[in-house]
């Protein structure tokens, strides 16, 4: 069973501040990882995903995320905050294995950028 | 390139009547999802399709939800008879490829409430 956390409700940073939004995750084989952005009244939009190789991955509108297999997580980041991405963030898995497998979100992170 | 295109966006009836949300995937995606967001559950896969064929429909609350995709570009949920537990935002996604690492798309949702 694959599953992933996202273990805080909300994260508040100051604009122009560097930002952390945190997933830890949990797969039996290797991991596809996953991170969308949410903003009201929209559907997902994919910002960044790992697969293999380098683990910081480079994503859409400035935002990275840094792989770790020990500590099986996979935080966002971004080094200067903008106001604009206030919004709703979700961490996705899959297990890498045979076929086809379902995607597994996590129960998202609000971040709300402080002017 | 023309998104995932969700009809209605928003929907308003009556407990007991029959709703129906209609989605077009992405021209070329093989894989079609819907998925049900509400604040206390968060987002679930309801069922998806690969090549128009249902492969699991586990997540599905109970009979009175359906799903067809009756071609490659288009798929309708139907709920019939409504329930005001029904209320949620209902999305519909689509990917492309047998290779599990491709992100999903998502289309606005609609936003539906069982009065």
């Known amino acids: 069973a694959q599953s992933v956390a996202q273990p805080e409700d909300q994260v508040n940073v100051a604009e122009g501040n560097p930002l952390t939004v945190k997933c830890t995750y949990s797969v039996s084989g290797n991991p596809y990882l996953f991170w969308y952005v949410q903003y009201p009244n929209r559907g997902l939009q994919f910002l960044l995903k790992?697969?293999?190789?380098?683990?910081l991955v480079k994503g859409s509108y400035g935002f990275e995320a840094e792989f770790n297999k020990s500590q099986t997580s996979f935080h966002l980041k971004k080094p200067s905050a903008l106001v604009s991405d206030s919004a709703l963030y979700f961490c996705?898995?899959?297990?890498?294995?045979?076929?086809?497998?379902?995607?597994?979100f996590g129960t998202g992170t609000k971040l709300q950028v402080i002017p | 390139d023309a998104g995932v295109i969700q009809s209605p966006r928003h929907e308003v009836t009556e407990m007991g009547q029959e709703v129906t949300l209609r989605c077009k995937p992405i021209?070329?995606?093989?894989?079609l999802f819907w998925y049900r967001q509400t604040m206390m559950r968060g987002l679930e896969l309801l069922i998806y399709?690969?090549?128009?064929?249902?492969i699991d429909d586990s997540g599905m609350p109970e009979d009175r939800f359906s799903a067809k995709m009756p071609n490659a570009s288009f798929s309708t949920l139907k709920i019939q008879p409504s329930e005001p537990r029904d209320s949620a935002v209902y999305f519909c996604?689509?990917?492309w490829g047998q290779g599990s690492n491709q992100p999903q798309h998502f289309g606005d949702g609609t936003r539906l409430s069982i009065l």
């Open positions: 021209s070329g995606h093989d894989y």
């Open positions: 399709f690969n090549n128009n064929v249902p």
């Open positions: 996705a898995v899959r297990d890498a294995g045979r076929g086809y497998q379902k995607v597994t």
């Open positions: 996604a689509s990917s």
């Open positions: 790992y697969i293999t190789g380098d683990n």
